[in-house]
């Protein structure tokens, strides 16, 4: 297996990049922003389509693209995106399914390169790249150390396992050692463990119900979320990116603007 020295785009004599520290310490969004079951709820609706990501970038500094974990978007698409933000935002973006599910990190250079020369396409507005691990794939530290070593150190990664005898500790081992972050996140009921292996923290909440990306949290979910993101953000030992995914009946939008209220960010504009 190639290392990143080989399959990254930089080099040795290329700037490094911009310091955490100077990053917004916490930004929380949602998991994709293009639903039509939204307008009338959160988008006014006549708002055209191609506006929607502009509207919802007023309220919101970040957003995970989910859908270049089916396809990958174009340059094209990547820099109209890009154009719809201000220079604070960030994007979020979700690996390949190919990577991930098919290949299952394993002999996945052509892909991951793929993915990584979409992901250069977004510039300064790049936020962390996640990669989902599916389901039923039993834990393989030795794969995953392998594609931990391949990975360029220029970007922030983080990684979620859905199964979860992924959730041990020579798994956060492994990750505290290369820096990328242990996604924390609750779905269908069950929550991940609560584990730190990186400065960079990130949290996907796929709603409370028990059918997945449903229901919305309550008040008291959301005053136990914005107390445990005080204290990671506090000294700015932390930075925090979350995201809610419960898209059905607009809740995700909803949560995550009361969530920001909680915690006194203002819009983004």
Not at 3 to 30: C, S, V, W, Y
């Amino acid at each position: 297996m190639r290392r990143f020295l080989e399959i990254g785009k930089k080099t040795d004599g290329d700037p490094a990049p911009e310091a955490p520290e100077h990053r917004n310490a916490l930004r929380i969004g949602t998991s994709g922003w293009h639903y039509p079951h939204w307008c009338g709820r959160y988008y006014p609706q006549d708002l055209p389509a191609a506006k929607w990501l502009a509207w919802y970038a007023r309220d919101f500094d970040c957003v995970e693209v989910n859908n270049s974990f089916y396809r990958l978007p174009s340059p094209e698409t990547v820099r109209r995106w890009c154009a719809q933000v201000p220079e604070n935002f960030r994007f979020a973006v979700k690996a390949s399914r190919l990577i991930t599910h098919l290949k299952k990190l394993k002999q996945c250079e052509a892909a991951l390169q793929a993915f990584l020369d979409m992901a250069d396409a977004f510039g300064p507005r790049l936020g962390p790249i996640l990669f989902q691990l599916p389901p039923r794939w039993r834990v393989n530290p030795r794969r995953l150390a392998e594609f931990l070593a391949l990975l360029p150190p220029w970007y922030e990664y983080a990684f979620e396992f859905r199964d979860p005898s992924w959730h041990c500790q020579e798994i956060y081992q492994l990750l505290e050692r290369y820096q990328a972050a242990f996604c924390l996140f609750d779905l269908a009921g069950r929550q991940s463990p609560v584990v730190v292996t990186a400065r960079l923290i990130y949290v996907r909440l796929h709603g409370p119900a028990r059918q997945a990306y449903h229901g919305c949290y309550t008040e008291a979910h959301l005053d136990v979320w914005a107390g445990q993101v005080r204290r990671w953000v506090h000294g700015k030992r932390h930075e925090v990116c979350l995201f809610f995914d419960n898209d059905a009946c607009s809740c995700a939008v909803e949560n995550a603007l009361a969530l920001k209220r909680k915690l006194g960010l203002n819009s983004n504009v």
